[in-house]
């Protein structure tokens, strides 16, 4: 199967649902309203949708336009919107001029999929050749440093940990060392989600990036917030939080395989102007796809 119908797979509930509103219908004034819904609904956004169901009437089909037309037009409108977005971190770290270490951070509240993508990513990374190094930063629960010793186990990448309790800012110095020792090209740092308050958890995540500043000035090179598809409204609200408080360079958005609010990359990148790394599809070590702006667009409309 190739990648395109991979992921027509995944966004299958989105486009089944966005779909409703255009295969078989009429050509009429309701026409682009019930697009406009369906794009909402699908968590495009209300102001995008809008803005597209606009066009889309200011185009003026005529009455018997197929719906490949439709889709082909809204597909390529997507994709225009998505572009600027296109952030390549799977081949942006190129052997001749890597960093020593490339140091990569990897942030976002629990149960949002950062240990599993920082483990999706290191296989990307091995599979292309590199040494990643995983970092068990998230010191707060002993269960997050076994899920990242299980994948390392599960894929053969190496993982630093501390002991139990120990302070994450340390580890990650000690971590980071340890690399440059052992020629580790990519260090993944995984964080901590919850903390008692907010607080803490910016406090937390700003004395790792001094310590990781310590280390080398110019890292970390990649902050990336991890932000879970299914929570809609809620993923908002952590991107101005983490992007006001903590710095981020990109998104990854995951679980996009659960869902038929597929959309939500159209929302997240139009709203915050945040490049999206990589979308999380499943949670096997492969599920983990580069995004294409036009492969997406086309995916979620079935086009
Ligand atoms: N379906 C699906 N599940 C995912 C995806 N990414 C992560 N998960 C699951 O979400 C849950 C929380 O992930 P985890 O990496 O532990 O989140 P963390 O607390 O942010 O480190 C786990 O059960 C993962 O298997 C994804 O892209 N798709
Ligand atoms: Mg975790």
Redesign the pocket.
Known sequence: MGILDKLKKTFKKTSESILTAIVGKKIDEDFYQEIEDALIRADVGAQTSIMLAKKLADKKFPRDATESEIKKFLADEITRLLEPYEANLFDSIDKSTRRNPEIILVI??????????IAKLANVFKKKGHNPLMIAG?TFRAA?VE?LKYWGNQLGIAVFHGKDQADAAGVVYSGIEKAKSENNDIVLI?TA?RMQNRDDLIAELDKIKRVIKKIDGTAPHKTIL?LDGLTGQTAHLQVESFLNKVGIDGLIV?????TAKGGAVISLTQKYKAPIFAI????GAD??QPFSANQYAKAILDE
Not at 108 to 117: A, C, H, L
Not at 254 to 258: A, E, V
Not at 280 to 283: A, D, I, N, S
């Open positions: 976002g509240v629990n149960g949002n999929g950062k240990t599993t993508s998230d997050a899920q995984d989600g991890v995951t679980k996009l395989d659960s999380g599809v499943g949670e599920d983990l």
